[in-house]
């Protein structure tokens, strides 16, 4: 079976942190661009981070210097390391699959059509 499942999401403190993943099954994610998206209850949407074939890596102004997108290709796996997590990082997170072989990557939710279900991150006291 072709799919993406996502995993990690947890009920944290603000400042704390978090390791999402992204595991792909019935297909390789080596060349394929993959991003990292959330969506907020009542909000749109919005790209978070992104990996292109060649591990060049763009993120949202939102979260630079704080996540950190990554790949390991022996498992097959996309990974999204989150610290000092605030309260308005809460959010349903997804991971999703764009152009097979780009050098580049973008956020835009557009580029990327094989999408997983999500994994719930919650910052609050």
């Known amino acids: 079976q072709v799919q993406l499942v996502e995993s990690g999401g947890d009920l944290v403190q603000p400042g704390g942190s978090l390791r999402l993943s992204c595991v792909a099954s019935?297909?390789?994610?080596?060349?394929?661009?993959v991003g990292w998206f959330r969506q907020a209850p009542g909000k749109e949407r919005e790209g978070v981070s992104c990996i292109s074939a060649i591990n060049y890596r763009n993120d949202a102004d939102s979260v630079k210097g704080r996540f950190t997108i990554s790949r390991d290709n022996a498992k097959n796996t996309v990974s999204l390391q989150m610290n000092s997590l605030k309260p308005e990082d809460t959010a349903v997170y997804y991971c999703?699959?764009?152009?097979?072989?780009?050098?580049?990557?973008?956020?835009?939710?557009?580029?990327?059509?094989?999408w997983g279900q999500g994994t719930q991150v919650t910052v609050s006291s």
């Open positions: 019935g297909f390789s994610l080596d060349l394929f661009v």
């Open positions: 999703a699959t764009g152009p097979y072989g780009a050098h580049g990557c973008s956020t835009l939710t557009d580029e990327y059509d094989f």
